[in-house]
């Protein structure tokens, strides 16, 4: 075997490593240019697919039970919202859902009144009392304060 002029350029200015050095590391540079395009694609594809395949399935799975717990607490929360704002509506006194739950025929609304009055009449009834004599005192004592004028 015989050097390249470059190869022996080389050996003349690093006499340590030589000409041998250079030519040996650009035989290996040759051979795996070659092996490179020829195998090392193909070896690193082949042992990163299955990789890259389990890593995608894995987001992908965490992705969709992430969006559908999402969806589902949404759902909950929007329905908890709708049952909440029609019971604040009914207690509140809103004429449409007394209307609706209370009075209108179709809505059972004699089961609603029959259902209230059972559970709660006298609940409903020591509160009404309550707040009634709180309001007589407060109308008293501002009656009182006026008196004193």
Known sequence: MTYTQEETDFGNQN??????????SDSVQRFLEHW???????????I????????????????????????????????QDMVESSVKALIGGEK????????YP????????????RLYSDEI?????????EQVKRYEENARFNRSY
């Open 15 to 24: 006499p340590v490593l030589g000409a041998e050095y250079k030519a040996a």
């Open 106 to 117: 179709g809505c059972r609304g004699e089961k609603v009144r029959e259902t209230l009055a």
């Open 36 to 46: 490179q395009e020829e195998h090392a694609d193909k070896i690193a594809s082949d």
């Open 48 to 79: 990163m697919k299955p990789i890259i395949d389990e890593v995608q399935s894995k987001v992908g799975d965490a992705l969709r039970d992430w969006l559908i717990s999402d969806v589902e607490y949404n759902a909950a929360s929007k329905m």
């Open 125 to 133: 009834k020591d509160g009404r009392i309550a707040d009634l004599e």
């Open 96 to 103: 449409w859902a007394n209307r609706k739950y209370i009075t």
